[in-house]
């Protein structure tokens, strides 16, 4: 029987290339997103919907077993904290803390039950770093690594690991979404603020979602299987600076 896999907001960018990488590892993979994809077992879900993400662990969990959950749904929001609506505010949370919450909360049972299991959520380099107008978004992000290490914890007894993965600015249509709302508003060239953004990286580069996506295999396979509890960075260097 293959192992399972469970990704959230795997349609695009760093969730596409986690569950690109984990099907060429010949896991059954479980892409929970709104946005349609035809790779891997897409299951359309809205992650804030407690009873959807519940309803559909429960179907796949029925097939066998869940060896890996990886929370890796999320949103960017730019604005500092007076530039922040209540709506801003509590869409942020809703997608980046309540979305991890339910998907760890759903797996759970499972995972409890066949006494292992390995749990990645996506952090950010913002949860070891504060940067300029990223004031829910920053703090999002810091509860998400708050919650890698209590889930640890707590459920270390069932030889369940919890780790978050920390990356730094990363290549993805995300990135390229943030830095177009920025150019708009603005008035700056997408080229020079790329090229200025890969400078500010130590390794002189912006990172790539393949290479967080092998990170993320490496803590989800018995290799790190003392690992858990963990803020893995991968950041050009960034956050060392």
């Keep these: ?29 479980f892409n929970l997103d709104i946005t349609p994809s035809n790779i ?19 179907e796949i969990s029925k097939k066998g077993r869940i060896d890996v959950l990886v929370s890796n749904a999320g949103i960017h929001f730019s604005g500092s904290i007076e530039n922040t609506s209540e709506a801003d505010f509590e869409r942020v949370f809703n997608i980046n803390v309540k979305g991890a919450y339910s998907a760890i909360k759903a797996v759970l049972p499972v995972m409890k039950s066949q006494q292992n299991g390995a749990i990645i959520l996506m952090s950010s380099d913002q949860a070891l770093i504060a940067k300029h107008n990223s004031f829910a978004y920053n703090l999002s992000k810091a509860a998400l690594a708050s919650m890698a ?21 990363i290549e993805t249509p995300l990135y ?10 603005s008035g700056a060239n997408k080229a020079d603020v790329h090229a200025e953004e890969a400078a500010l990286q130590p390794l002189g580069r912006l990172g790539q979602a393949e290479e967080v996506a092998e990170l993320v295999y490496f803590l989800a396979s018995d290799k790190a299987k003392f690992i858990t509890g963990s803020l893995q960075v991968i950041d050009g260097g960034y956050t060392a600076q």
């Design 149 to 169: 290490k209590t889930t640890a914890l707590d459920y270390a007894q069932f030889n369940i690991r919890a780790n978050a993965v920390c990356p730094g600015t």
């Design 176 to 185: 390229h979404q943030a830095i177009d709302n920025y150019c708009e508003k």
């Design 1 to 29: 029987m293959k192992k399972v896999c469970v990704v959230t907001g795997g349609s695009s960018g760093i969730g596409l290339s986690i569950v690109e990488l984990f099907l060429a590892q010949e896991y059954q993979v």
């Design 40 to 58: 891997g077992e897409f299951c359309h879900c809205d992650i804030t919907d407690v009873n959807a993400v519940n309803h559909i662990m429960n």
